[in-house]
């Protein structure tokens, strides 16, 4: 290439010195114009000496987005302003003669040439440096997502609830402008419904593509979702605008990937996310969604044992009614043709009651424990008897509900009883309940103590109703009950070795 001989101002004899350096230099005069090209410059920009000397310097290396910063500052320094990048190490980006834009780090000093200042720069392709960083940075942030996903797999507390922290991770991840997920309905293998679960960027940036998604019906093979539903395997497509069977065209979007959340072998959902630039394979991705996929299906697969559980409570309750019904009914007709006393069989009816509400709490109970006030209270309430007839003291310390029944039939006698003889019989009467811990001791108090009854004397004969209290308590709870009966009223005493979380 013929170049001006007014730009090669540059001394010859430093030609071979700026050959011996490592990074590429480029040297330019105050009019912009390239005098100096060095070995390695041409290699890194693709442009020989003699191709570059006397080019201007931002039409050669420097990218269309910078160059009117570039032509900027050169006339800056030459009005006499303030040179913003000389003596500086930045990170910027360059131009290849292939087009190409890649990462560079750059540096800038004045100098004086033969003829007159020039601005020497050394130029280094971080290229690597930076794809390391990122791959470094994305492996963080994968480990981070996959630990938060996992945790998410154990803690979640609806499928809705992993599919949006699944959507929202990837969209993180990947940077993707849009998620969105389609979700199998049950017993309808072949049919995708669309949920209103979706990630934004930008609020809105979807709103038409959710309008169209919501306007068609996907099954399998049909559209990015209904393919991934009919292979079960991911799917990417690099430019929608190419593809034959993306019934969503022309919304904003040129690149879709999408993939499957599997439980037991058989697709439950469908992910999609959409850009809104054509954008080629990401294996990587691809690899990474699949882990995170494979996390969400472990929400699925233990919601939908949680249901099975819930189900199947709500019918062992059902039948356990059932069958106290038919105990009761066999009751009845039992002990009305035996000249049993009607006390008898509203007693024995009053126990089937308090079995059946204690079942109801058991199974009603959506936890591991029930609360020791919540059981009490239900039993009195169900035995008839007014709640402000009674002092509770005590926290609402957890216990297994399998454990409701006893306690709960243990008040239900205890109620029926001081109905019968004791402080409830009258008018003025009243109970206190108390519980807690006895450090000392090392054991757990629980307390029935009746007041302002008629006067108690002890009872010739051990009942039903108080086999039922000593027994039970005892065997159930592995502690030891105590009836004793002074004259203002019984006493219940129950206690127990102390639990270290009680």
């Known amino acids: 290439m013929a170049t001006d001989p007014a730009v090669l101002a540059l001394d010859p004899a430093l030609a071979p010195v700026l ?38 310097l931002g039409e050669l290396i420097v990218p269309p987005a910078h160059r009117a910063a570039h032509a900027a500052g050169l006339r800056r320094v030459l009005d006499g302003g303030d040179p913003r990048v000389l003596n500086r190490r930045i990170e910027i980006t360059a131009l290849r003669r292939t087009g190409e834009e890649f990462p560079i780090e750059l540096s800038i000093t004045a100098t004086l040439a033969a003829g007159g200042a020039v601005f020497v720069g050394f130029l280094r392709d971080i290229t690597d440096q930076v794809r390391a960083a990122e791959a470094l940075r994305r492996q963080t942030q994968e480990a981070q997502l996959l630990f938060d996903m996992t945790q998410m797999a154990s803690e979640a507390e609806s499928f ?24 199998v309905p049950p017993g309808d293998p072949d049919t995708l419904v669309s949920t209103p679960i979706w990630i934004e960027s930008e609020p809105g940036i979807a709103d038409a593509l959710r309008t169209k998604t919501e306007a068609l019906t996907f099954r399998p093979g049909y559209g990015l979702p209904g393919v991934i539903l009919a292979t079960g ?7 929608t605008d190419g593809s034959d069977n993306f019934p969503r065209l022309k919304l904003g979007f040129r690149g879709a990937f999408g993939f499957p959340l599997k439980s037991d072998g058989a697709t439950v959902a469908v992910l999609e996310f959409f850009t809104r630039s054509p954008m080629e394979p990401d294996p990587e991705l691809l690899l990474t969604v699949r882990a995170l996929g494979e996390q969400v299906g472990r929400v699925f697969e233990r919601r939908r044992r949680e249901d099975r559980e819930k189900l199947l409570s709500k019918e062992l309750n059902h039948r356990f009614k ?41 199974f009603a109970a959506d936890r591991e424990e029930l609360g020791l006030r919540d059981a009490i209270e239900t039993a009195i309430t169900g035995s008839g008897n007014a709640p402000e007839r009674f002092s509770i003291e005590g926290q609402n310390i957890g216990f297994p509900p399998e454990r409701a029944v006893p306690v709960m039939l243990a008040v239900h006698e205890l109620c029926t009883n001081s109905l019968k003889y004791g402080a409830l019989s009258v008018p003025e009467g009243r109970i206190s309940i108390a519980w807690g811990a006895d450090p000392a001791n090392e054991r757990f108090v629980f307390e029935w103590r009746e007041h302002d009854g008629p006067p108690v004397t002890p009872p010739t004969r051990q009942g039903f109703g108080t086999k039922l209290v ?6 159930e709870l592995g502690g030891e009950v105590s009836l004793t009966y002074p004259v203002e009223g019984l006493v219940c005493r129950f206690t127990a070795p102390l639990q270290p979380r009680a």
Request: proline fraction near 1%; charge should be negative.
């Open 233 to 239: 395997e991911p799917l990417w497509i690099a430019d």
């Open 160 to 183: 809705e609830a992993a599919l949006e922290q699944a959507l929202r991770a990837i969209c993180t991840l990947s940077g993707w402008s849009v998620g969105h997920a389609f979700v």
């Open 470 to 475: 000593e027994r039970g308590l005892a065997a």
């Open 322 to 362: 059932n069958m106290l019904a038919v105990i009761q009914a066999l009751a009845s007709q039992t002990f009305g043709g035996a000249g049993v006393s009607g006390d008898a069989v509203a007693a024995f009816s009053g126990r089937l009651r308090a079995i059946a509400q204690a079942q109801d709490m058991l």
């Open 19 to 56: 050959d011996t350096v490592l990074d590429a230099v480029v040297v330019m005069d105050v009019g912009g114009r390239v005098v100096g090209w060095n070995r390695v410059a041409a290699e890194t920009f693709g442009w020989s000496h003699d191709e570059a000397v006397g080019r201007m």
